[in-house]
């Protein structure tokens, strides 16, 4: 990977390195893709919606000093200068007047009128807003504040990140993928459903994928026909019911799978195409629980990320998308490659880690990029944090340690009574290293449930 992917997205979405950005994290963009889609049954928590609400906090290590961030809450000073000890550059922060923990960001911005004008204002210095992913909610914000997005059009966006057009995609390119099928419509579904039925009667294990689930949600194990003729019924009742006719699904065979794999690509205005990085992913249930890099895989196994790298970019950019595409990849047990699970059209955590890796990694270091679940019981402070993980934060580029990257969603949860949090870091030093580092400051933070934050 290049130094500086600071200048290199600038240059991909305003073709200019030097351009002045307003980035926004507008985290799980996919639910507004989502609305008015036909969908499987989603269980959900207000605790955890105000978690990964306060995920906008990530979007504070895209910008450089040029640049600026909207953010629901300012940052713990102290957590500031955790990051400012380490040598990064940081954006200049705009807070939303009125921060609901129900909200994205991009609500609360709606929401401020005395933001959306300062907005403007950057606007006419030539800023352009550049959010995590575009639906309608960013473009209105755009509007509102007659600030350009740095960003294709949500419809584009939408249809790009829509599992229908990965699997699509994969299949004009000619790379390998589950054996599946892509539907948009109720008709569509009725014709690939002999086909999975068979599929499923000889043995496989099928998985039924909404088109715009994210996050391990609005995904389906089918293991018999039973459960498969039964899902049928459920999507079509529930398309009927909304008077539709959609239903975006994905229907592919389960792999055996040994490793999961993410890789970015970040597409020009030009249409080049640049791979920025490849990181091992580690999930739990589908669910993201942070990247390993740099990845364990052969040549041969790399060469295939950056062949299927390659194609998917000349079609994105051949269908007018450009930016930031995150694609989910997997290396089965035979360890070959299926190079396109998904691709994302909006920013992937892991793109919030490549301005800091190429700020404290130093050549022979790993990473490991994990969050920690917090119990509390008040409110903490990261300079608690601070005493907590003495010798444990990484103290300068290029030492062994701990950096923080998210600390607004340690506290996103406090109220009255005890709350959930999570605490976001990048684990940096020998990969032998990394095991007993995690180990370390897990058992660390683990007696914070044992007692009240501030008995520190």
């Known amino acids: 990977m290049e130094e500086n992917f600071s200048r290199r997205l600038k240059t991909a979405v305003a073709g200019d390195p030097g351009a002045s950005l307003v980035f926004l994290g507008n985290f799980e963009v996919e639910e507004e893709w989502a609305r008015g889609e036909t969908g499987l049954p989603r269980l959900s928590s207000a605790g ?38 380490l040598g990064l550059a940081l954006p200049t922060v705009h807070v939303v007047a009125d921060q609901r923990p129900d909200h994205m960001v991009t609500r609360d911005a709606l929401a401020d009128d005395v933001l959306i004008a300062t907005l403007g204002e950057l606007a006419d210095r030539g800023a352009l807003l550049a959010p995590h992913g575009v639906s309608a909610l960013e473009e209105e914000l755009a ?10 059009p949500a419809p584009l966006c939408k249809a790009v990140n829509s599992k229908v057009y990965s699997r699509r995609a994969a299949d004009a390119a000619g790379l390998r993928q589950p054996r599946g099928w892509a539907c948009e419509t109720l008709g569509e579904l009725d014709a690939v459903l002999p086909h999975a039925t068979e599929l499923c009667e000889r043995g496989a294990r099928l998985m039924v994928k909404e088109a715009f689930g994210v996050s391990g949600k609005g995904i389906a194990v089918v293991d018999g026909r039973r459960r498969l ?9 529930s398309a009927r019911a909304a008077g539709s006719d959609r ?3 994905v229907i592919e065979e389960r792999v055996a799978k040994d490793r999961d794999l993410n890789y970015q690509i970040t597409v020009g205005r030009d249409g080049t195409v640049r791979l920025d990085f490849v990181k091992e992913a580690l999930t739990e249930g589908g669910v993201h629980k942070g990247h390993r890099f740099p990845p364990d895989l052969t040549p041969h196994q790399l060469g295939e990320i950056r062949h299927a790298a390659h194609l998917l970019g000349k079609q994105l950019a051949s269908d007018g998308f450009f930016g930031v595409a995150g694609i989910d990849a997997i290396v089965d047990t035979d360890g070959g490659v299926f ?14 880690q490549v301005r800091l890796q190429e700020r404290v990694l130093a050549p022979g270091q790993s990473a490991l990029a994990r969050h ?39 506290n996103a949860g406090a109220g009255s009574g005890p709350y959930q949090g999570r605490l976001y870091g ?3 030093g020998a990969p032998e290293r990394l095991p007993a580092l995690d180990e370390a400051v897990s058992k ?6 044992e007692e009240p934050a501030d008995a520190r």
């Open 48 to 85: 955890n919606s105000a978690v990964v609400n306060r995920m906008e906090e990530f979007a504070l290590l895209l910008g450089d000093a040029d640049d600026h961030v909207v953010l629901k809450s300012r940052p713990d000073e102290d957590y500031l200068d955790h990051l400012r000890g």
């Open 339 to 352: 190079p396109v699970i998904e691709i994302n059209a909006r920013n992937n955590m892991s793109t919030y």
């Open 444 to 449: 660390h933070l683990a007696t914070l449930t």
């Open 426 to 428: 990048l684990l940096v």
């Open 247 to 249: 239903a975006a699904f």
């Open 229 to 237: 003729d039964r899902l049928h019924t459920m999507i079509t009742r």
């Open 143 to 152: 509007a509102r504040a007659g600030i350009p997005l740095a960003a294709p």
């Open 372 to 410: 920690y679940p917090l119990r509390l019981r008040r409110e903490l402070p990261f300079a608690a944090v601070r005493r907590l993980l003495d010798g444990l934060l990484l103290r300068a580029p290029g030492e062994e340690g701990l950096v923080v990257n998210n600390f607004a969603t340690v």
